[in-house]
């Protein structure tokens, strides 16, 4: 991933970095995990498994009792996210299937965890543009048997589903199954635009004041009001550097497109935004 502009500009902006974990009662309701002015992450629960209502422990975990014994599941806040940890009893179910939510995509990185994104479309100044969000991540998957020995275990995405697999073959019972989830930091936003797009600034077809009504609107998307203002102030005063990195993206070869990074810094008592433009490989 290239990278230019950095420190192009910075903008103040006033957010809140802490973590709220709220899981469902219900199973089917999810994980609820926000953090500051960041969309919230609704991260779901096994599929198809017959969950009784959650209880906490004195620990702090939820529990997910399965109605017959056979599977239960345990949610843990850890930083930045939650653990699901799948308790399998038996070998009668080797996947575990997590419906994403609407909008959001998985895609599948070279260490084994899953990138999670949202697309956004934002009009602004008679523009409209379409923004891909990182809004979490899904650490590598992870399963240990009851002798503490590691169990083999992958992602598969696929329809907007992630399942895990799991060897349970030759596995002392009970298998813990893993998948840790994590909302990207709410001082840490990357936005991303398309080809058509990307050629569009290279070209200056949106010119500075289109520039900054199109960042404004991006911004409030991934990261309400605060997101909004860091955006655009960041494209305002960096105008140049973002033309000539959609030039760079456009003249490579393969093409790239045009992403847009946002730092939000503490500094001297209030939260400042630094802007970074990049390339990254696209259709």
Known sequence: ??????????????TDGE???????????????????????TIPLPDGLSLDTAEKTDSGSTVYSADQGSVDVTVDEVVQGVRVSTVLWDGSQDAFSYTLPEG???APQPDGSLELTRTEVVEAEGITAEVTA??????????VDANGAEVSTAYEVAGGVVTQVVD??????????????????????????TRAETATIANG????TGLTAVCAAAGAAVAGPPGAAAFAAGCFLATGPMV??????QNSKPKRCLEQFMTFVPLSGVIVGVPWYGTYACK
């Not at 991933?1 to 006033?14: E, F, I, L, Q």
């Not at 990182?134 to 399963?143: F, M, N, V």
């Not at 349970?168 to 635009?193: G, H, Y």
């Open 19 to 41: 973590l709220d974990v709220t899981p469902a009662l219900d199973a089917s309701g999810g994980v609820v995990v926000s953090a500051g002015n960041v969309a919230p992450l």
């Open 168 to 193: 349970v073959e030759n596995a002392a019972f009970p298998v813990v199954a893993d998948p840790t989830w994590s909302l990207t930091s709410p001082v840490q936003v990357r936005i991303r635009f």
């Open 134 to 143: 990182t809004i979490g991540s899904i650490e590598p998957a992870w399963a």
């Open 104 to 106: 959001v995509d998985a």
């Open 244 to 249: 000539y990195t959609a030039g760079v993206a």
């Open 205 to 208: 077809g949106w010119g500075a």
């Open 1 to 14: 991933m290239a990278r230019a502009a950095a420190n192009a500009g910075v903008s103040v902006v006033s």
